[in-house]
Nanobody, 122 residues
Framework: VQLQASGGGLVQAGDSLRLSCAAS????????MGWFRQAPGKEREFVAGISRTISITDYADSVKGRFTISRDNAKNTVYLQMNSLKPEDTAVYYC????????????????WGQGTLVTVSS
């Protein structure tokens, strides 16, 4: 599966953004999906994940209550709605896919998008 992330940009603290990740192919519903981010000089970290059937989601503690992951299997797309953005949310955001179960470790995911930059100014 090939992934294309989009929707990043420069926003002010408190603003919202919605990231999208479009997947190629007809088997999107077979993959659990995740969003990760990587800030300059830091390791890539888990942000949110969603199971194949939408029934299970997981979030990093730092984004709980502010970010929402969702997916539309008919459109082969996973979304990350980001509200109440903070300067510490500044990072390159990546979407990822796994044929297994979603989880917080990047090693679980075999497929990665190219990343989209989110910059939050104070």
């Amino acid at each position: 599966v090939q992934l294309q992330a989009s929707g990043g940009g420069l926003v002010q603290a408190g603003d919202s953004l919605r990231l999208s990740c479009a997947a190629s192919g007809r088997t999107f519903s077979r993959y659990a999906m995740g969003w990760f981010r990587q800030a300059p000089g830091k390791e890539r970290e888990f942000v949110a994940g969603i199971s194949r059937t939408i029934s299970i989601t997981d979030y990093a503690d730092s984004v709980k209550g502010r970010f929402t992951i969702s997916r539309d299997n008919a459109k082969n797309t996973v979304y990350l709605q980001m509200n109440s953005l903070k300067p510490e949310d500044t990072a390159v955001y990546y979407c990822a896919a796994t044929i297994g179960s979603m989880g917080p470790s990047p090693a679980l995911y075999a497929y990665w998008g190219q990343g989209t930059l989110v910059t939050v100014s104070s």
